[in-house]
């Protein structure tokens, strides 16, 4: 770090000494842990979604050699949950989940990773699934680590893009042995075979965005170098008619890191999102650069203070290895922060053991602070997947943290932080919770806009309400861009409400 930036860096943490921490408390819940040998080294996510209709989402858990679990959300003030797993979630082998509404009859359903075949499950009311029937849809025998979806222009069925990870049946492997990103794109009311994207660098975690705001989401791979040793890369898909992998020339810089997930936000105000990408040794914050008329951007981990490299606490000096990534105003200042869950593989002696999870807080002059410690949510765990939700609908958002070899950790926001609103978007027609498009809150310090998306992270994601930190603004207009491109106009709201956005 050059000696000037780093006066100023501790100058700016001095000056912004007033930026409010959150308490997280932990809950009681049932009991879960992430295990198994080498092919659940990776993978532990957590789907957050509500399946029963009360407006509480629910935790659907990957068990890895241990059963997956969906856990009932109870909560009033106090965060509660039940373990009441139906028959058809109850599965060995899974790596993560995305819940997403597939054929957007208002009731979310389940894309599960496995180490063998994927699953898409049907929800139906109460919580109960069951296998698309009708679709067309048949996985193949994978180890999938990473899930994205879109809806492509003129389509009914999502695009449905599976990550996998070392091809385990490769003789000659696991290194240099990495398969391939499976596209699934539907014909009408139908799957069929999927398109392989290769080449496949082992991949952890992907992404679909729309990142240059032209109405198409395009692809971003996060990839293991741990496995496909040399040659290989961070990739970006064109999602052309024939996808193709962006060049150097469009302005795509490719780099090699230990890609573990891909967290996605508008940082700067511009519109456009910026990414946090974790992995063994760094993070990286890469702030996007219009500039190019491209798919640049620039890194800005250390400049921003976001770098979390070692442990902030446990007195191991070694390297962190980071997971699940991402941003949410976890104290409602109107500043989006950065959760990333941490831990060892398994016994990697060159990365630390005592390697607590990072909380890094948003200051006014956009520098990063760490905070876990201070905030009760640094643990020790060797965590993997995440999630920060509102659990409870208080409108702070909560902590979901999933661990490898030890027991599921839930901690409840019992801060008294700023306002806040919390948005429900659907629309009458295919694509339900209108994936691809976005929404923007105008508060007297900008515009937020936020992306809806389905994927990235590390094995799992959220889908409902979207959540907006707004300090003290105490009114706030709202606007929504469809996937379309369509605009509606903008209306004022109060704060501290859940608000339905309905086309």
Known sequence: MR???????????VANADTVIPQFTNVDVPKHAYDGGWEHFVGGGVAVFDCNGDSLPELFLAGGSNRSQLFINTSKEQIAFQAKTPEGLSLAGVTGAYPLDVDSDGIVDLAILRVGLDLLLRGDTDCQFSPFTELGFQSEDHWTTGFSATWESGQTLPTLAFGTYVDRFDPEGPFESCGPTLLYRPEGDLYHEPLHLEPGYCSLSIFFSDWARTGRADLRVSNDRHYYVRGGHEQLWAMEPEPRQYSEDEGWLPYSIWGMGI??????????????????????????????????????????????????????????????????????????DIFVAKGNVDQMPDAALNDPNNLLLQNSDGQFIEAAADAGAASMSKSRGAAIADLNNDGKLDLVVVNRGSELEVSQNTSQGGNWLLLDVTQDQSNHAAIGGFVEVKTSLGVQTRELTIGGGHAGGIAGFQHFGLGSEDQVQVRMIWPDGSKDEWLDYQPNQIIRLHR
Do not use: C
């Not at 006066?7 to 700016?12: G, H, R, S, Y």
């Not at 500039?291 to 203070?305: Q, S």
């Not at 991402?326 to 104290?331: K, L, T």
């Open 3 to 13: 000696l000037e930036f780093a006066i100023f860096a501790t100058l700016a943490t």
């Open 263 to 336: 967290a996605s936000r508008d940082l700067t105000g511009d519109g456009f999102p910026e990414v946090y990408l974790t992995s063994m040794g760094d993070q990286k914050l890469q702030i996007f650069d219009p500039v190019t008329n491209g798919p640049t951007w620039l890194d800005a981990t250390y400049e921003k203070g976001t770098t979390a490299h070692r442990p902030h606490i446990g007195g191991d000096g070694r390297p962190s290895t980071g997971w699940h990534a991402q941003f949410g105003d976890v104290n409602n200042d109107g500043r989006d």
